[in-house]
Structures are given as structure tokens and as C-alpha cells.
């Protein structure tokens, strides 16, 4: 059975954005979508409508400003492995708060994926 998966990963320590892209080339994924995000923590810190106090100021008070998330839509479960294992290493287990968070979908239809967006 042919199964598609969309890899998606919310990093929170930016400065692994680009290395993590460049094991993607190494390992045959060759297409991936990056965006811009922010945590629910770090808007409800700016949000003058929701009062933050006491313990929630401090839970929050170290929110990165921006995230990055990574999309990338992966036809082999093998490659998905990969995948994860190169983020494992460049990142960590992600197991600590604040660190970022990695999930994975299996997709049931998907339209413009080509051979070459991974291998």
C-alpha cells in the first residue's frame, strides 16, 4: 500500500532552519514549505484585550518572538524516518518545553507532487 505523509515540523530555535534543509537535499527531499509562525504564548503577551498576570506573565515572558514551520510532503515511509532522524540530530528530542514540535499525517489525496520532490 502507497502512503503519502505530510512531515511537519514547528521549530522553535530558528538558527536550525537552514541546516536542517540542507540534510533534507543530502538525504533526497527536495521540497519543503517554510513559513513565518508565532505561539499562542507569544500573541496573548501583545493582545491588550486578554490580561496576562501572575503566573501566565512568566510562562510566557520566554515565548520566541517567530517560529519556523516546515511542511514538506514525503512519499516513503523509509524517507520520513530519515527525515525525522536528521531533525533529531540537528535539533534534539524536542522533548523539553519551548522546543519546538514535530508531527506527521498521512495524507489521502495529494495533486502536484512530482518524483523529484523527494526520492
Known amino acids: 500500500m502507497f502512503i503519502i505523509f505530510v512531515l511537519v515540523l514547528v521549530l522553535n530555535k530558528v538558527e536550525f532552519t537552514e541546516r536542517i534543509l540542507e540534510r533534507f537535499l543530502q538525504i533526497g527531499i527536495s521540497g519543503a514549505t517554510i513559513i513565518d509562525t508565532t505561539g499562542m504564548g507569544r500573541t496573548l503577551m501583545y493582545n491588550d484585550n486578554i490580561p ?65 520532490n523527494n526520492k
Do not use: H, W
Request: contains cysteine.
Open 52 to 116: 496576562i498576570f501572575g503566573g501566565l506573565n512568566r510562562i510566557f515572558q520566554n515565548c520566541r518572538p517567530i517560529n519556523k514551520t516546515i511542511f514538506s510532503v514525503i512519499n516513503d515511509k523509509d524517507m520520513l524516518q530519515k527525515a525525522i532522524r536528521v531533525i533529531k540530530e540537528e535539533v534534539g528530542d524536542l522533548d523539553k518545553p519551548g522546543e519546538g514540535i514535530l508531527f506527521t499525517l498521512p495524507i489521502d489525496y495529494v495533486m502536484g507532487l512530482t518524483q523529484n
